[in-house]
């Protein structure tokens, strides 16, 4: 996946800032850019992280643009009514677009969302976009063509195909089963089950240790403290399942740390929230990225 602008932008100020915005997503999360010339406007472009090619408007609208069904249906209208003027003239200069096999999504207006009306998705604005990314990260891209359960199952897949844990992958694994009554009444989808029991997005098996994956979006308090109490909760979960001898490892899987986090923090933070109590089972806890496991190994030791 990458972002395409598609140069230059009638304005010499949007154009500049389009490039510095795609300068600082590339540097923040490692995403790939790259500029399609369509207009060169205003002469070489000195300083850009990614490639940059020139073609005609026409060449590039035929190429990503002309019948293309996905883009059609994640901006609401056909390719022909939001870029080409009278539906004619091939208008797609100051636009950004979301690159996955093909154009998959672009912004329909250029510049901010100033002067474009209140019923106007700033995110739907090239410079608004672009400026949720650089600040939010790759949650906001893929917000734009993907439902949650997607985005989830997403950062699953990339953190199983990182080849950070090498065992038995069970995926979508229901636990807690142990602690149903002994009833044909009260199953795993009965209204008791739906309480009683969990979902653990993977659980991996090892020679050390089992591993319990929790999937969550961008690294920040909230979603932390979510993705840990859910983490814990399944743990204790799987243990009565399996045996309180069971060592585990906990694995929280981000979709995007922000780049300015502390994570030299992140061990301490982990070590507080889990204090020790009397019970002696092995477990760590391990938090990172889908793209970058693990971040961390920041606690191991006696814990409910």
Same mark, same amino acid.
């Given at each position: 996946?990458?972002?395409?602008?598609?140069?230059?932008?009638?304005?010499?100020?949007?154009?500049?800032?389009?490039?510095?915005?795609?300068?600082?997503?590339?540097?923040?999360?490692?995403?790939?850019?790259?500029?399609?010339?369509?207009?060169?406007?205003?002469?070489?472009?000195?300083?850009?992280?990614?490639?940059?090619?020139?073609?005609?408007?026409?060449?590039?609208?035929?190429?990503?643009?002309?019948?293309?069904?996905?883009?059609?249906?994640?901006?609401?209208?056909?390719?022909?009514?939001?870029?080409?003027?009278?539906?004619?003239?091939?208008?797609?200069?100051?636009?950004?677009?979301?690159?996955?096999?093909?154009?998959?999504?672009?912004?329909?207006?250029?510049?901010?969302?100033?002067?474009?009306?209140?019923?106007?998705?700033?995110?739907?604005?090239?410079?608004?976009?672009?400026?949720?990314?650089?600040?939010?990260?790759?949650?906001?891209?893929?917000?734009?063509?993907?439902?949650?359960?997607?985005?989830?199952?997403?950062?699953?897949?990339?953190?199983?195909?990182?080849?950070?844990?090498?065992?038995?992958?069970?995926?979508?694994?229901?636990?807690?089963?142990?602690?149903?009554?002994?009833?044909?009444?009260?199953?795993?989808?009965?209204?008791?089950?739906? &309480? =009683?029991?969990? *979902? #653990?997005?993977?659980?991996?098996? $090892? %020679?050390?240790?089992?591993?319990? !994956?929790?999937?969550?979006?961008?690294?920040?308090?909230?979603?932390?403290?979510?993705?840990?109490?859910?983490?814990?909760?399944?743990?204790?979960?799987?243990?009565?399942?399996?045996?309180?001898?069971?060592?585990?490892?906990?694995? &929280? =899987?981000?979709? *995007? #740390?922000?780049?300015?986090?502390? $994570? %030299?923090?992140?061990?301490?933070? !982990?070590?507080?929230?889990?204090?020790?109590?009397?019970?002696?089972?092995?477990?760590?806890?391990?938090?990172?990225?889908?793209?970058?496991?693990?971040?961390?190994?920041?606690?191991?030791?006696?814990?409910?």
């Amino acid at each position: 996946m990458k972002l395409r602008y598609y140069a230059d932008a009638p304005n010499v100020d949007d154009h500049e800032q389009i490039i510095d915005l795609l300068y600082t997503i590339s540097d923040k999360y490692g995403i790939t850019v790259d500029i399609e010339r369509v207009n060169n406007r205003y002469g070489s472009i000195q300083v850009f992280p990614g490639s940059i090619r020139e073609n005609s408007p026409e060449d590039v609208y035929d190429r990503d643009f002309h019948y293309n069904r996905t883009l059609g249906s994640n901006i609401d209208e056909s390719p022909s009514q939001a870029f080409k003027a009278s539906g004619r003239h091939v208008d797609i200069d100051g636009y950004v677009g979301i690159i996955d096999d093909g154009l998959i999504w672009a912004t329909t207006y250029r510049g901010d969302s100033i002067g474009h009306g209140p019923d106007v998705d700033a995110t739907d604005t090239t410079l608004g976009f672009l400026d949720q990314v650089a600040t939010h990260g790759l949650e906001v891209i893929e917000e734009k063509y993907m439902d949650e359960d997607e985005r989830e199952r997403t950062v699953l897949e990339q953190f199983l195909a990182a080849d950070v844990v090498d065992g038995t992958v069970h995926r979508d694994a229901v636990i807690g089963t142990s602690q149903l009554p002994d009833s044909p009444a009260h199953g795993v989808n009965s209204s008791v089950g739906k &309480i =009683v029991t969990r *979902t #653990v997005d993977a659980i991996i098996e $090892t %020679d050390e240790s089992d591993w319990i !994956v929790q999937t969550a979006k961008t690294f920040e308090a909230s979603r932390f403290d979510t993705a840990l109490g859910q983490d814990l909760v399944r743990d204790r979960l799987y243990r009565l399942d399996t045996g309180k001898n069971t060592d585990t490892t906990l694995a &929280i =899987v981000f979709n *995007t #740390v922000p780049w300015e986090l502390d $994570t %030299d923090a992140v061990p301490t933070t !982990v070590d507080q929230l889990t204090a020790k109590t009397t019970r002696s089972v092995k477990r760590k806890i391990c938090v990172g990225t889908s793209r970058t496991l693990p971040l961390h190994l920041p606690y191991s030791g006696d814990l409910i």
